[in-house]
């Protein structure tokens, strides 16, 4: 599988993720953090938490939307795997998640740029995961 290089569309969506985490830790002290976003939302401790949490999840979810009123097109997307594979994969992200005390947004992006000990431990050992990962599946298993 190729992937395309892409690098104005990944500046933008880097510059856009990092503009929305500052905002949020400006406007509300909070960590963007999609899983814990998540979390909070499902499992929720704090009912004065929901709104934010659910106005967050809605616009992750009509982003594709508003790309398209943008450009005048969807943006790709192939998923090569079924829908229980993907169950399965979210299920293990959560765990994992859930185990790291944050997801990769969370520790990436937030995290780092706070220079949290935490942060800078989970990031590069999510990275050898997932470089371990690709290999495995595209050069042991050859999926």
């Given at each position: 599988?190729?992937?395309?290089?892409?690098?104005?569309?990944?500046l933008?969506?880097?510059a856009?993720?990092?503009?929305?985490?500052?905002?949020?830790?400006?406007?509300?002290g909070r960590?963007?953090g999609?899983?814990?976003i998540?979390?909070?939302?499902?499992?929720?401790?704090?009912?004065?938490e929901?709104s934010?949490?659910?106005?967050?999840?809605?616009?992750?979810?009509l982003?594709?939307g508003?790309?398209?009123?943008?450009?005048?097109?969807?943006?790709?997307?192939?998923?090569?795997?079924?829908p229980?594979?993907?169950?399965i994969?979210g299920?293990?992200?959560?765990?994992?998640?859930?185990?790291g005390?944050?997801?990769?947004?969370?520790?990436?992006?937030?995290?780092l740029?706070?220079?949290?000990?935490?942060?800078?431990?989970?990031?590069?050992?999510f990275?050898?995961?997932a470089?371990?990962?690709?290999?495995?599946i595209?050069?042991?298993?050859?999926a």
């Open positions: 599988m190729e992937t395309l290089f892409t690098p104005f569309a990944s933008g969506g880097g856009l993720i990092g503009l929305g985490a500052v905002l949020l830790m400006l406007g509300l960590i963007l999609a899983t814990g998540m979390s909070g939302l499902v499992f929720a401790e704090n009912s004065s929901f934010w949490r659910a106005t967050m999840v809605v616009g992750m979810i982003s594709p508003l790309i398209f009123l943008v450009t005048g097109q969807m943006p790709e997307l192939s998923v090569p795997v079924s229980l594979m993907i169950a994969g299920v293990i992200v959560g765990f994992g998640a859930s185990l005390s944050g997801c990769t947004s969370g520790h990436g992006v937030c995290g740029s706070r220079l949290s000990v935490r942060s800078i431990v989970a990031v590069p050992t990275m050898v995961t470089t371990i990962t690709v290999y495995l595209r050069h042991v298993f050859g």
